[in-house]
Structure formats: structure tokens, C-alpha cells
């Protein structure tokens, strides 16, 4: 029997206690698939100098961080960075949004919320819809809501949930991505696609338009099999 190779799942936890990230790499195990965290602590981009918090460093750090992978799930603890005189604070709904303007794409991904404080985050959302005050359109905090697949959960509850969410990412798709990726430095030829043909399969699946021509690659070597 040949060899086979682990499914690479990769997921996002920001959390602001360091000890978390030995716990999650002990914790978070699937048969079959190398569990990839990519853990930032959001303590880290306060400047020490003003006070305020570095958002253009910690969305660089994003980039960077994803670049080439398929990220299965952003975590989140809700209660990052205290509120201070120089600048509002850092809760997971922060976390989120500055994600998503760091890397567009990753807006279709999973995102879990898990709090210490469950009444603290429904707390937030009463607030924000109270701030949009009496109109026909839905609250803005409601639409990402409905739009984005965000779970709240307890903190106790959250190594369950994270499992959860990476066994269901487990998918076929992923297993053909995974595949495909170790063939990563050989070029397609001759597929008949001006998008395609002459350029490594890394370069395809890293290209900032990889939700489009990616998954359309995809298929398309399934078609071909």
C-alpha cells in the first residue's frame, strides 16, 4: 500500500493569552490531516510608544500568514485588547472585520466568536443595532451577520467547536486541493485555458483571483480525469 499523504488544514485563532497556542496544538487532532495553526496574538500590534493599535501591521500579518493557504476557519476570542484613553479597544468583532479588509476573500470562510462572557457579545450587537436607530434597512451588524458564517460560543466550549468546524472542512474539495498543491511547482500545459496554461499550479492557487480561477481549475482537472 502506498503512501498517503495528511490533508493540510489550516485555521486562524487570535487570542490574547500566549498559552492558548500550546493548548490548541495539543488539543486540535483529526486523524488523516496535519491541523496547521496560525496563531497571532493581538496584544502584539499595540504601539508601546502612542498606545494605539498597529491595524495596518496586523492586516500585513494576515497576508502573509494565509498566502497560498486554504484557511478552514477563523477563531476569535471576544475580549482582546481593553478599552483605553488613546483608542477604543479590540473585541473579536474588531478581529473579524480587520481580516476581511485585510484579505477580501476570506469573508466566505468560517468564523467562530467564543467568550468567556457570552452576555458581553450579545451585549455589543444589542448596542450596534440600537445605534442604527429607526430605518427600513436592516443594521449593519445584522447584515454581516446574516452574510458572513460567524458561531458564538463559550470559551470552555471552543477546542469542541473548532474541531467541529475543521472535520467539516474535510471535504472532498479539500482532499482534491490538498493533492493538487503537491504538484505545486510543475506548469499546466496544454489545457486550452489562457489562465492556466504555462504557469505552475502554486502560482494558479496563490493569484489573488484563486476563488475564481482556482476552483474553475479545479473542476476543471476533475473534468479532465
Not at 31 to 42: E, Y
Not at 58 to 74: A, N, P, R, T
Not at 75 to 93: E, H, P, Q, R, Y
Not at 131 to 139: K, S, V, Y
Request: glycine content about 6%; charged content about 30%.
Amino acid at each position: 500500500m502506498g503512501h498517503q499523504s495528511k490533508i493540510e488544514l489550516y485555521y486562524f485563532v487570535f487570542d490574547d493569552e500566549n498559552q492558548q497556542k500550546d493548548l490548541l496544538i495539543q488539543t486540535i487532532k483529526i486523524s488523516g490531516c496535519n491541523c496547521n495553526l496560525i496563531f497571532i496574538n493581538p496584544k502584539d500590534y499595540i504601539n508601546e510608544q502612542t498606545g494605539s493599535f498597529d491595524k495596518e501591521t496586523f492586516k500585513s500579518k494576515v497576508i502573509d500568514e494565509s498566502q497560498g493557504k486554504e484557511i478552514s476557519l477563523i477563531a476569535t476570542d471576544w475580549n482582546l485588547i481593553n478599552k483605553s484613553d488613546k483608542f477604543n479597544g479590540i473585541c473579536g468583532w474588531d478581529i473579524i472585520e480587520l481580516v476581511i479588509e485585510a484579505k477580501q476573500k476570506l469573508e466566505n470562510k468560517r468564523f467562530l466568536i467564543y467568550s468567556g462572557n457570552i452576555r458581553n457579545v450579545s451585549k455589543f450587537i444589542a448596542e450596534k443595532i440600537r445605534e442604527n436607530g429607526i430605518t427600513e434597512r436592516l443594521p449593519i451588524v445584522v447584515e454581516k451577520l446574516l452574510k458572513l458564517r460567524i458561531k458564538i460560543c463559550s470559551r470552555k466550549s471552543q477546542f469542541e467547536e473548532i474541531l467541529s468546524a475543521l472535520k467539516d472542512a474535510n471535504t472532498i474539495s479539500s482532499i482534491v486541493l490538498n493533492t493538487i498543491q503537491l504538484f505545486g511547482e510543475h506548469k499546466v500545459h496544454n489545457m486550452g485555458n489562457k489562465f492556466y496554461d504555462g504557469k505552475k499550479i502554486v502560482d494558479i492557487l496563490k493569484s489573488e483571483e484563486a476563488d475564481i480561477f482556482g476552483l474553475k481549475f479545479i473542476r476543471e482537472i476533475i473534468e479532465l480525469a
